[in-house]
Nanobody, 123 residues
Framework: QEPLVESGGGLVQSGGSLRLSCAAS????????IGWFRQAPGKEREGVSC????????STADSVKGRFTIFRDSAKNTVDLQMNNLKPEDTAVYYC????????????????WGRGTLVTVSS
């Protein structure tokens, strides 16, 4: 069983919304940094948003600030990414990953990755 599984991707028109969910299997998100990353075709994987579960502090990339919100649902053991006002440039495979709670949530600091979910935004 995969430790991290993303869901919620799909095709949406520009201006639409999607909610991605990252589910953990076999462990909880307690005392971890949980990040959402994305990788568009031909581009490097980039950080989108991160939440640190010790205090629920968050960080969000400037490119999505004001449109994307990350939050943790402890009851469901998920970390979700609410994406509003989607743009064609948001098209990418979105990955969730976990890392140490004292880490900076950078791509290289993450320990485990999900397989990703594809988000396609049409113009």
């Amino acid at each position: 069983q995969e430790p991290l599984v993303e869901s919620g991707g799909g095709l949406v028109q520009s201006g639409g919304s999607l909610r991605l969910s990252c589910a953990a299997s076999g462990f909880t998100f307690d005392n971890r940094a949980i990040g959402w990353f994305r990788q568009a075709p031909g581009k490097e994987r980039e950080g989108v948003s991160c939440i640190w579960s010790n205090d629920d502090s968050t960080s969000t990339a400037d490119s999505v600030k004001g449109r994307f919100t990350i939050f943790r649902d402890s009851a469901k053991n998920t970390v979700d990414l609410q994406m509003n006002n989607l743009k064609p440039e948001d098209t990418a495979v979105y990955y969730c990953a976990i890392g140490p709670v004292m880490g900076d949530c950078s791509r290289l600091s993450m320990d485990y990755w999900g397989r990703g979910t594809l988000v396609t935004v049409s113009s």
